[in-house]
């Protein structure tokens, strides 16, 4: 068979993503990598979005404010782990995009390799972010990607640090930067005078912490009445995303005393778009500060709850960024220092136009090879025989990646059934997220009486 980039049709490339915010990398990704380096070209790329379903699955209007990554949401599916095997089957993808949480990139890496297709899919997985905590138990359960995205040169090093330190393959890793890093450069503009605090759905996740941070904007904005402060929201009340936020910001604004000043306001959208008329990002350790720093903005991430792992701002050590409330209401703009923001695949100097490069190349000498290897990630059922059954059986699959009995339901049976399902789903899913939402928080403090 002759090499897949000599083929006249388009390269045939599917996105798996299980979040609003994995579904933007993910999209943007597929694109980055399938858009010509300025040397030999690479074939017209089709780009398939698929949503794997779960507690996260965005809803409409979530995809819309991800903003264009190029792909028609009418044209993207909600998928099972099996159904999306079998599309995988069907549709002979060239390129498959994983833009999932661990445990799921694993059970569809051994997915993939139980279906034994020739040729397969070259297979991509990474980062949607700042990569702050659970480094080796994340990065073990992507293994066995042919590429290993890094967002960074520093993460990188730490990428191929575990997986040495583990005896396992490290040759996947491969430095290229999130995906959607642009806009136009920060211009500051007469009369303008924007603050937004970039909100994050589990950081804080007491809801003393968060009241405590919503308190504090809020009191800012009436310090500096000629600032316009915005507080920018990730979901709307039902809604999930990446992480679950069981206390959402615009519940707790409803209950602060004294109400909300003039000034203030809960926006959502596309942060892109926000980032357009913003001249101070603050946040607790959002990714929408690499965002912020990519575009020149002053950007200060908090230190009020502590420097600490479980917050993520310990990532921020370094950076010149670290602040706190009391510093900004009195006027401070934390300066970035170079050194750091070098290292962290910012590339406010003007390097990103290249930043995927290397990545392109690797797999444009992939989807050039006659046959690739099969996939063989780190965990199998011979190295973590009580840790892999479960995260594969999660998605309906046996040890050995193929489908557990029963649970491949006949394709007609399946289409007669799948306007039921969607009904019961959505049920579930109203469920899940009033138990989350409602039912948890009471039944923890009743715990701590």
Known sequence: MPPRTEKTTALRVAVLADSDTRWKWGALTARRLTTGDGGAPMPRAEISGLL????ATPTPRQLAEVGDVGIDTGRVRE???????DTVREEEYDLVVLALVGGAVQAMLHGLAALRTEPRPVVVTGYVGVVYEKLADGLLLRHGADVVLANSRHDAERFRTVYEGVGADASA???????????TPHTPEQGRDTVVFAAQPSVPASRADRTYLLRRLVEHARLHPHREVLLKLRSKPGEHTTHIEELPYQRLAERLPGGLPPNFRLVYGHMGEVLDRTDLLVTVSSTAALESLHRRIPTAVLTDLGVRETLGNHHFIGSGLLTSWDHLDGGAHPRPDAAWLAGQGVAADGTYATAYDTARARVTALLAQDRLPDLAPYYTPATAPGYLPGILARHHLAPDGHPLPGAAAPREAGRVRGAVREAVRDAARGAYRHGVQRVAPVIRRMGEL
């Open 79 to 85: 998928v099972t782990a099996l159904e999306f095997l």
């Open 52 to 55: 794997l379903r779960g507690r």
């Open 173 to 183: 890793v491969t430095e290229a930067a999130l995906p959607f890093l642009g806009g």
